[in-house]
């Protein structure tokens, strides 16, 4: 391969298909872009869940000039300066638009709050069906989720141009886990919703359809707004037992991203199944997702065997959080390993989950410099 020929994976094959952007061209493709298009760029594309947030000193002025995280939330002025506030610091390739997780169940109807160390808290929870009856119409939804469609607008603008903007979503079992359980961050065996989910699945069946429905259309909003990826976060599909996983993560999964692409052809998806372990498989293969996230229990050599390779995907990932906080070799090392192992395929390189908020700015400056430092020459076989 010549040092400008773009490598794609073909049914499991490495092809040249192009050339990279020449200097001068005015906006060559975004890199992340690129990698989720399924190309394995000269580096990877490097940006990290959760990049925005408690970690950084500056984060904790505004989200308090806000009046909190509701308020943030719902502000495009403050959430747009949060999310910019880690592009600022670091040259990532990506940008996540800042808004969280349980909105999309507060503009279904219920009530929205947190509490220090407690995460989000919903209230009233839903347990059974009929709590649901009162609940959607779809021009409330939009109507209570616009501060993050203009959030999304006014980042269009501010972003630098070489910055891609990813939108998201949670999936629906995650969302359904904070509705039906009512409380977050903290520790849960997730009882309640497994009860119903096991013992009455066609009672519950409603509570996943409804936020379907409602997910496809929040990220059809953001994807109008200007969102040019959008990532779709199932951050408790490893809770699910096998025999539910296909009814509550993948079918969902595949009926969101199924109707994305259907309205938006070349919309890229990335899905985080977290957790999924042997399950993540099946998941690339009935999701259609352009980009499979990787948890940190992913084992790489199978990443690169069956889903760069044998599915032909994009990776992400997948970095354990801790890694970030610790710093120095053992960071180093570990990022140097995930590199090796998947930058001969599509591969962005991000956590295996969210910032945590010990985490030293300065560990994240030093993994995003090594990242952008990985060498574009090193010949495929020697990755492989
Ligand atoms: C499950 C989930 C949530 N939220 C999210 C997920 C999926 C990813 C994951 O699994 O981590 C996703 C999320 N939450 C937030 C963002 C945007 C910021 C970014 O990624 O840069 C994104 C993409 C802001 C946030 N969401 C939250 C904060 C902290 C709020 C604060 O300032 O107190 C931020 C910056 C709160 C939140 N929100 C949620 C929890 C469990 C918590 C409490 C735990 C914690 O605080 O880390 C729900």
């Known amino acids: 391969m010549g040092p400008s020929g773009i490598l794609k994976i073909v049914n499991g094959t490495r092809q040249v298909v192009g050339l990279d952007p020449v200097p001068g061209n005015i906006q060559p493709k975004k890199l992340l872009l690129r990698a989720l298009a399924g190309e394995r760029t000269e580096r990877p594309p490097i940006w990290l869940m959760r990049q925005a947030g408690r970690y950084l000193p500056e984060y904790h002025q505004v989200r308090e000039a806000a009046g909190g995280m509701v308020g943030l939330c719902n502000s495009p002025e403050h959430a747009v300066e949060v999310t910019l506030q880690p592009i600022r610091r670091f040259p990532l390739d990506a940008a996540i638009v800042f808004a969280d997780l349980p909105q999309v169940a507060a503009a279904l109807g219920q009530t929205l709050d947190y509490r220090p160390g407690d995460g989000p808290i919903l209230t009233p929870p839903v347990r059974s069906a009929a709590d649901i009856a009162g609940f959607l119409s779809v021009s409330r939804l939009h109507e209570e989720l616009a501060p993050i469609y203009e959030t999304v607008r006014q980042l269009t603008r501010a972003l630098p141009p070489e910055t891609a903007l990813i939108g998201y979503a949670g999936a629906p079992w995650t969302i359904a886990t904070y509705m039906v359980e009512g409380r977050g961050g903290g520790p849960s065996e997730h009882s309640i919703i497994k009860q119903w989910a096991l013992s009455d699945p066609d009672g519950f069946q409603p509570l996943i359809d409804l936020l379907t429905t409602a997910i496809t259309e929040f990220l059809d909003r953001q994807i109008q707004a200007g969102a040019e990826a959008v990532q779709l ?14 009814r509550w993560c993948v079918k969902p999964a595949a009926a969101i991203i199924a109707a994305l692409k259907d309205k938006h052809p070349g919309i890229p998806v990335i899905a985080f199944p977290r957790g999924a372990g042997l399950a993540y498989d099946g998941f690339a293969e009935a999701t259609g997702a352009d980009c499979i996230g990787l948890d940190g229990t992913v ?30 070799s053992a960071l180093h090392a570990e990022a140097d390993r995930i590199l090796r192992a998947l930058s001969g395929g599509p591969f962005v390189f991000n956590l295996g989950h969210g910032i945590v908020k010990t985490t030293p700015p300065e560990h994240v400056a030093a993994l995003v410099r090594q990242v952008r430092a990985w060498p574009a020459s090193v010949s495929p076989d020697r990755l492989g």
Request: charged content about 20%; aromatic content about 10%.
């Open 233 to 246: 976060f199932d951050s408790w599909a490893g809770i699910l037992p096998d025999v539910l996983f296909e």
């Open 299 to 328: 084992p790489l050599e199978w990443a690169v065997q069956k889903m760069q390779r044998g599915l032909g995907r994009c990776v992400q990932g997948n970095l354990d959080p801790q890694l970030l906080v610790a710093g120095g």
